[in-house]
């Protein structure tokens, strides 16, 4: 995988998003992505400090479990239509569920692995000294 596809990933950004971190158009960042440009020395370095950040095990795939579900035992059975028609709309409701909390999972990815670059950047990058009064 390309080096800006997994920092991307593992990272949660769009491809502007990190365009704007190492200060080049998001047109580079998709010609690299796709092959169809070279990585530059100075989108190298400025990559760096979230590439050391990766685990060196990191693919971007992530796989999914299937939690396994029972009825509870005693309770009378209901009729066949109307179990089909309960089975069905709780599939659709744990469908959207699942898509919604694998979402709010990477966002929280995300923001954990930020949260663990911030230093190294902090430290990388200082910040500007304050022109206005602050």
Do not use: H
Request: overall charge positive.
């Amino acid at each position: 995988m390309n080096p800006l596809a997994r920092v991307r990933a593992w990272f949660g950004l769009r491809q502007d998003q990190l365009a704007v971190y190492l200060g080049v158009s998001p047109s580079l960042v998709q010609g690299i992505e796709s092959g169809r440009r070279r990585l530059t020395s100075g989108v190298t370095q400025a990559l760096l400090p979230l590439l050391q950040l990766l685990p060196a095990d990191y693919s971007s795939t992530a796989e999914v479990t299937t939690p396994v579900l029972a009825l509870p035992a005693g309770l009378p059975g209901p009729e066949a239509v109307e179990l089909d028609f309960r089975r069905r709309t709780c599939l659709q409701q744990a469908a959207g569920l699942r898509q919604e909390a694998d979402k709010l999972t990477r966002q929280a990815r995300a923001a954990a692995r930020w949260a663990q670059a911030l230093p190294t950047l902090l430290a990388t990058y200082p910040a500007p000294p304050c022109r206005r009064r602050c």
